[in-house]
């Protein structure tokens, strides 16, 4: 097993756009719901209130990107990369960003209620915006046929095509795009 230790830096915004099941107060509008409860889009630490990118979304975005890429595995024929990808990294700790939900910033945004592309009815929406963040991620390379160069080239594509977060590429849009900053690449044991 390897271990790919990943200083990452933002090249756009990331929005987070977690699901909370916060209640409607009696009588409480949409409008003064979403003004109360924004913040709670965000992934947080319940007793620090610190905001993070949770590991699943870096996990995700390189297991999209492998299978975005296409890249075959030489020597196997049409194979490619994907299920090695797909079963063989792992991210199991979050990058804890240097902001609480006291103080992230928001954006208000008039977007389809249902969350379905042209749906028909919109209503104004917020949500979290952090709009520089950086950190290191460790990947766990379980499958011993990724190596480096594969991971360094599927781990750069995830971050300029998939993303992380809400509006990423993946989803259409610009946010939660990210780069290497420095990669170290490492044996690990359990």
């Not at 194979?79 to 797909?86: E, G, I, M, S, V």
């Not at 046929?145 to 993303?163: N, P, S, Y």
Request: proline residues 4%; positive net charge; hydrophobic residues 35%.
């Amino acid at each position: 097993m390897k271990k790919a230790i990943v200083h990452l830096k933002s090249v756009s915004p990331y929005s987070p756009s977690r699901y909370h099941n916060t209640d409607k107060l009696e009588k409480e509008s949409h409008d003064d719901y979403e003004r109360r409860t924004w913040m709670h889009k965000a992934h947080y630490d319940h007793k620090t209130r610190e905001i993070f990118i949770p590991a699943m979304s870096f996990a995700n975005s390189i297991k999209d990107a492998a299978q975005y890429s296409s890249i075959k595995v030489k020597g196997k024929g049409n194979a490619t990369w994907t299920k090695h990808f797909d079963a063989g990294v792992m991210v199991v700790n979050p990058l804890p960003l240097p902001v609480t939900i006291d103080n992230v910033e928001h954006e208000w945004l008039y977007l389809n209620a249902d969350g379905k592309r042209n749906s028909g009815t919109r209503v104004m929406r917020c949500f979290p915006l952090i709009r520089e963040w950086e950190g290191t991620v460790e990947y766990i390379i379980v499958d011993d046929a990724i190596d480096q160069e594969i991971f360094t080239e599927v781990l750069t594509t995830a971050g300029q095509l998939i993303g992380v977060g809400r509006f990423r590429p993946r989803n259409r849009g610009y946010y939660g795009r990210y780069q290497i900053i420095d990669l170290k690449w490492e044996d690990y044991r359990v």
